[in-house]
């Protein structure tokens, strides 16, 4: 282990291109401000001690083999040292056991797909990395790598600003797999270290993992995809979810029989599916309870959306009212004979925290297809609460 005061010195320096790779960092050292970082403040300046320390006051347990929990927080990129990966696998498996435990005796007569559930959404990466942010274990990570720490810093701001307690099916942004990483590693290592005892190990962490994913949460939110799914199998329908990127953003299309239904996006491609299917699940079901002329309707059997005169400028005045950016227009399809032409166009709304985006039907003219995009998107956001 490095000399603290050494550690110290080093810190104490703005990090350069060419130094950078000889600092050791922690997440919360990246995290201050660099003034705060170049003035030397001892709040900002741990060594591995003070780290395992902290760690185990928030564990709630004093290690016996401290090299446990130095090693449990040690990124791969710092090579002077055993990295976590190895407590990483065993912790991932052992979490995997207790939590199945936990669900099979609190559960006697769930069936087994839903004890699956119930263990996946408690073991996800997006579930472990929010303990990881709430809990503050992220700060102690040991690394030399910069690479990560915009995601990291990102992603925890993103959890502070969270209004509900509870993700359980992904956030707007993709979870960084190291934040995950170290609550398996520190498993593994408490595991270890209280010599594989299950129910000692269980004692430290379950506090830590609340709050638990229970049924009756999985239940009023069940997997949107996986719904959306189920619920037009029942009616014959086929559903095809298309993904691509723009900008930074992954942007997802639920198409139902062809026809398109709704559009979500993300940072992170599954998150947007689960974000396009859960649009998509609210139209349906608003469908199937509403024939109000501002609802989403079908011409016939054609799923051809009913489109509405002036959608354009409806968007607009929606923007104004809700002090929006101005919706943008764009041809993301031309095809046909240039005596035959045909268009469609989406729509784009920009938000600090999300990007509602739609595609509209194939149409003769770019005005047109502007405006069914527009209608789309319309009949979207009255659907959303907009």
Same mark, same amino acid.
């Given at each position: 282990?490095?000399?603290?005061?050494?550690? %110290?010195?080093?810190?104490?320096?703005?990090?350069?291109?060419?130094?950078?790779?000889?600092?050791?960092?922690?997440? #919360?050292?990246?995290?201050?401000?660099?003034?705060?970082?170049?003035?030397?403040?001892?709040?900002?300046?741990?060594?591995?001690?003070?780290?395992?320390?902290?760690?185990?006051?928030?564990?709630?347990?004093?290690?016996?083999?401290?090299?446990? *929990?130095?090693?449990?927080?040690?990124?791969?990129?710092?090579?002077?040292?055993?990295?976590?990966?190895?407590?990483?696998?065993?912790?991932?498996? &052992?979490?995997?056991?207790?939590?199945?435990?936990?669900?099979? *005796?609190?559960?006697?007569?769930?069936?087994?797909?839903?004890?699956?559930?119930?263990?996946?959404?408690?073991?996800?990466?997006?579930?472990?990395?929010?303990?990881?942010?709430?809990?503050?274990?992220?700060?102690?990570?040991?690394?030399?790598?910069?690479?990560?720490?915009?995601?990291?810093?990102?992603?925890?701001?993103?959890?502070?600003?969270?209004?509900?307690?509870?993700?359980?099916?992904?956030?707007?942004?993709?979870?960084?797999?190291?934040?995950?990483?170290?609550?398996?590693?520190?498993?593994?290592?408490?595991?270890?270290? /209280?010599?594989?005892?299950?129910?000692?190990?269980?004692?430290?962490?379950?506090?830590?993992?609340?709050?638990?994913?229970?049924?009756?949460?999985?239940?009023?939110?069940?997997?949107?995809?996986?719904?959306? @799914?189920?619920? /037009?199998?029942?009616?014959?329908?086929?559903?095809?979810?298309?993904?691509?990127?723009?900008?930074?953003?992954?942007?997802?299309?639920?198409?139902? #029989?062809?026809?398109?239904?709704?559009?979500?996006? %993300?940072?992170?491609?599954?998150?947007?599916?689960?974000?396009?299917?859960?649009?998509? *699940?609210?139209?349906?079901?608003?469908?199937?309870?509403?024939? #109000?002329?501002? %609802?989403?309707?079908?011409?016939?059997?054609?799923?051809?959306?009913?489109?509405?005169?002036?959608?354009?400028?409806?968007?607009?005045? *929606? /923007?104004?009212?809700?002090?929006?950016?101005?919706?943008?227009?764009?041809?993301?399809?031309?095809?046909?004979?240039?005596?035959?032409?045909?268009?469609?166009?989406? &729509?784009?709304?920009?938000?600090?925290?999300? &990007?509602?985006?739609?595609?509209?039907?194939?149409?003769?003219?770019?005005?047109?297809?502007?405006?069914?995009?527009?209608?789309?998107?319309?009949?979207?956001?009255?659907?959303?609460? @907009?």
């Amino acid at each position: 282990m490095s000399n603290s005061n050494s550690q %110290s010195k080093k810190r104490k320096m703005v990090p350069d291109v060419e130094s950078e790779e000889k600092i050791v960092y922690t997440y #919360d050292i990246d995290m201050a401000p660099q003034e705060t970082q170049s003035s030397g403040s001892s709040q900002y300046m741990r060594n591995m001690d003070d780290s395992i320390a902290a760690v185990e006051s928030i564990l709630k347990y004093t290690f016996k083999n401290k090299k446990l *929990l130095e090693e449990a927080l040690t990124h791969s990129s710092y090579t002077e040292s055993q990295s976590y990966q190895r407590l990483e696998i065993l912790g991932d498996s &052992v979490l995997g056991v207790l939590i199945t435990k936990f669900v099979y *005796l609190a559960y006697p007569e769930l069936d087994p797909g839903q004890i699956s559930l119930l263990r996946a959404a408690n073991i996800s990466t997006e579930k472990l990395a929010r303990v990881a942010v709430r809990n503050g274990l992220y700060k102690y990570v040991r690394h030399k790598t910069s690479v990560l720490n915009d995601k990291v810093r990102e992603f925890v701001i993103a959890v502070e600003e969270e209004e509900d307690e509870m993700v359980v099916h992904g956030g707007q942004m993709k979870a960084p797999k190291v934040l995950a990483d170290i609550v398996e590693s520190i498993t593994g290592a408490v595991f270890q270290d /209280c010599d594989f005892n299950f129910q000692i190990l269980w004692e430290v962490i379950r506090e830590l993992l609340e709050p638990m994913v229970m049924l009756t949460v999985l239940e009023k939110r069940p997997q949107p995809i996986t719904k959306l @799914y189920e619920a /037009c199998q029942k009616e014959g329908k086929g559903v095809e979810i298309k993904n691509w990127r723009q900008g930074e953003r992954n942007i997802a299309s639920v198409y139902i #029989d062809g026809k398109f239904i709704a559009s979500g996006s %993300s940072e992170n491609k599954e998150n947007a599916k689960l974000h396009a299917a859960e649009v998509a *699940l609210s139209k349906l079901t608003r469908l199937k309870r509403t024939t #109000d002329a501002i %609802s989403l309707q079908m011409n016939g059997n054609s799923g051809e959306v009913t489109e509405i005169k002036g959608a354009k400028r409806k968007i607009h005045e *929606l /923007c104004i009212r809700r002090r929006w950016p101005k919706a943008t227009y764009r041809i993301e399809q031309e095809s046909g004979p240039a005596h035959d032409r045909r268009y469609i166009a989406s &729509v784009q709304i920009e938000l600090p925290d999300k &990007v509602f985006f739609m595609k509209g039907e194939e149409r003769s003219k770019v005005k047109k297809a502007e405006n069914s995009a527009a209608s789309i998107m319309f009949f979207s956001l009255l659907e959303l609460g @907009y």
